[in-house]
T-cell receptor, first 108, second 113 residues
Framework: AQRVTQPEKLLSVFKGAPVELKCNYSYSGSPELFWYVQYSRQRLQLLLRHISRESIKGFTADLNKGETSFHLKKPFAQEEDSAMYYCALFTSGSRLTFGEGTQLTVNP | DTGVSQDPRHKITKRGQNVTFRCDPISEHNRLYWYRQTLGQGPEFLTYFQNEAQLEKSRLLSDRFSAERPKGSFSTLEIQRTEQGDSAMYLC???????????FGQGTRLTVV
């Protein structure tokens, strides 16, 4: 069965510091992985997906199939990055499975 | 707003009552999902439609829960005989068949008292 693990429920960094939000997955097939973000009082929205290999708002994420990881990184965190971040796995059964989320706080 | 819309945004109900939520997906999206989210947890999959066909249901979806998408457009999620444990945010999402990106509504927050 597919599973997504985000080991850190809370993560706090200072503005300008690098940030890494961890995500590990288990899935026997070929995964499609996403990062969704939820800002305060807003709906869940897609941040990035591994197949597009884009950098959105300075965030990047690389799929490491050997380590079954899809960690989200940003070299210099900004206060507006404070939000809840969810890693999600899309499987061939068309289901999107979410991790439990990491609450990122960027302090001034 | 041409995104996914959900109604109502908030619902308070007494234990034992029935409630129904509505989701209007983005118009060209033929796939529609329902998720439930409780405090401190990620969204948990409930069920999924492709057009009007309900293709998958989670074990989380007890017999008290039923979902429909009668014409392949909007969907309803009904909870019968609500229990306090049903209190949660209920999220709807939709996507096009050819694209894996799912778009979410703002959710319906249910409180069972």
């Amino acid at each position: 069965a597919q599973r997504v693990t985000q080991p850190e429920k809370l993560l706090s960094v200072f503005k300008g510091a690098p940030v890494e939000l961890k995500c590990n997955y288990s899935y026997s097939g070929s995964p499609e992985l996403f990062w969704y973000v939820q800002y305060s009082r807003q709906r869940l929205q897609l941040l990035l997906r591994h197949i597009s290999r884009e950098s959105i708002k300075g965030f990047t994420a690389d799929l490491n199939k050997g380590e079954t990881s899809f960690h989200l990184k940003k070299p210099f965190a900004q206060e507006e990055d404070s939000a809840m971040y969810y890693c999600a796995l899309f499987t061939s059964g068309s289901r999107l499975t979410f991790g439990e989320g990491t609450q990122l706080t960027v302090n001034p | 707003d041409t995104g996914v819309s959900q109604d109502p945004r908030h619902k308070i109900t007494k234990r034992g009552q029935n409630v129904t939520f509505r989701c209007d997906p983005i118009s060209e999206h033929n796939r529609l999902y329902w998720y439930r989210q409780t405090l401190g947890q990620g969204p948990e999959f409930l069920t999924y439609f492709q057009n009007e066909a309900q293709l998958e249901k989670s074990r989380l979806l007890s017999d008290r829960f039923s979902a429909e998408r009668p014409k392949g457009s909007f969907s309803t999620l009904e909870i019968q005989r609500t229990e306090q444990g049903d209190s949660a945010m209920y999220l709807c999402a939709s996507r096009r068949e050819v694209d894996a990106e799912a778009f979410f509504g703002q959710g319906t927050r249910l409180t069972v008292v």
